[in-house]
């Protein structure tokens, strides 16, 4: 079976870095663009960063651009997000997302999710 499980979530403070970890098995990771959400309270799920199959391709949200950067190793089959600059803003429960397809911001084209690691950046 698919499963995604993120790592790395926590309790920093504004200005602080995080980097998470999404690592994936029962899939051909390779064959799948990657993507990470995020739900703060609230508010509904909305998309942060996405990167092509070969990693060579990249989309952020507005308000992350410039502080955050999405990664891959395809070779460990996981996933990363480097988020640097954090704002209690980014506050939020992030997921990972496998799209067999080709980049995407929408979360409707994500076949398989992660249950997701909490952040919480206090000011």
């Known amino acids: 079976q698919v499963q995604l499980v993120e790592s790395g979530g926590g309790l920093v403070q504004a200005g602080d870095s995080l980097r998470l970890s999404c690592a994936a098995s029962?899939?051909?990771?390779?064959?799948?663009?990657m993507g990470w959400f995020r739900q703060a309270p609230g508010k509904e799920r909305e998309f942060v960063a996405t990167?092509?199959?070969?990693?060579?391709?990249?989309h952020y949200a507005d308000s992350v651009k410039d502080r955050f950067t999405i990664s891959r190793d395809n070779a460990k089959s996981t996933v990363y997000l480097q988020m640097n600059s954090l704002k209690p803003e980014d506050t939020a429960v992030y997921y990972c997302a496998a799209n067999p397809g080709v980049v995407s911001t929408s979360a409707f084209e994500y076949n398989y999710w992660g249950q997701g690691t909490q952040v919480t950046v206090s000011s």
């Open positions: 990167i092509s199959r070969s990693g060579a391709g990249t």
């Open positions: 029962g899939l051909t990771f390779s064959n799948n663009a």
